[in-house]
């Protein structure tokens, strides 16, 4: 399974992103999907995932501000980010669980600056 994130970029504060995740196959049957980041210098976190079940979780410091969802007619997992801060600068991953794996996509900047 191949994953593809995009729609990164550079951004001000208060600004929105919005970032995709395409798989190389139908994510109708994962288990769950989840965005990671890492900011330069620090270790990677946690940001939000997606059950199969339809829960969303999410870390505190992106909690009321980004939305995690999925189409899986289209085979996407999406991370909506608003109100962006200079502090969400960083790398972001998309990861899908199922197939009896975990795969990771190879990451897209974020950078929030003015």
């Known amino acids: 399974v191949q994953l593809q994130a995009s729609g990164g970029g550079l951004v001000q504060p208060g600004g929105s992103l919005a970032l995709s995740c395409a798989a190389s196959?139908?994510?109708?049957?994962?288990?769950?999907a989840t965005w990671y980041r890492q900011a330069p210098g620090k270790q990677r976190e946690w940001v939000a995932t997606?059950?199969?079940?339809?829960?969303?979780i999410y870390a505190d410091p992106v909690k009321a501000r980004f939305t995690i969802s999925r189409d899986n007619a289209k085979n996407m997992v999406y991370l909506q980010m608003n109100a962006l801060k200079p502090e969400d600068t960083a790398v972001y991953y998309c990861t899908l669980t199922g197939w009896g794996s975990t795969y990771w996509g190879p990451g897209t900047q974020v950078t929030v600056s003015s």
């Open positions: 196959r139908s994510i109708s049957s994962i288990i769950g």
């Open positions: 997606l059950s199969s079940s339809g829960a969303r």
